[in-house]
């Protein structure tokens, strides 16, 4: 049967502490000659979906509560800038591919490329016709 979840003010700090983890981690790793190696690890990337999941609610659910509660919308943007420095650190450490990065970017956080394009500064008025060469 299914039970729904109403809002909690609680959920602001725990959206917060959710998407509050570190970027990555180094671990040392002993070779068999003795020298000691680090290796960095991307840390799980926090999505809505995933703590959506973790308080048994849905994505849909946490826009709705967004949406109606100030508090709520106001940690829903902290999370964003969280997981926007995560994707941005780890991508630029090479800890994700290039194009997993530039992917989740666009979708994820609504990044897009610029376009180089001349812009006109007002309406451009074109005339067709033939030109009077003194006649």
Known sequence: MYKKIKYQPE???ELLSFF???????TEVQKRDGSIHLVETACEL???AAFAKKIGVTCAQL????AKHPAFKYACEQARDRQKNI??????RGNYAASFAVFTAKNLLGWK???????????VRVEWGEEDEGN
């Open 20 to 26: 509050n983890g570190a970027a990555f981690l180094v």
């Open 11 to 13: 959920f602001c700090q």
């Open 46 to 48: 926090p999505t809505f």
């Open 87 to 92: 994707l941005i650190q780890n991508s630029l």
């Open 113 to 123: 490329d610029e376009k180089d394009e001349a812009t006109a500064t007002g309406p």
């Open 63 to 66: 826009r709705a509560w967004e």
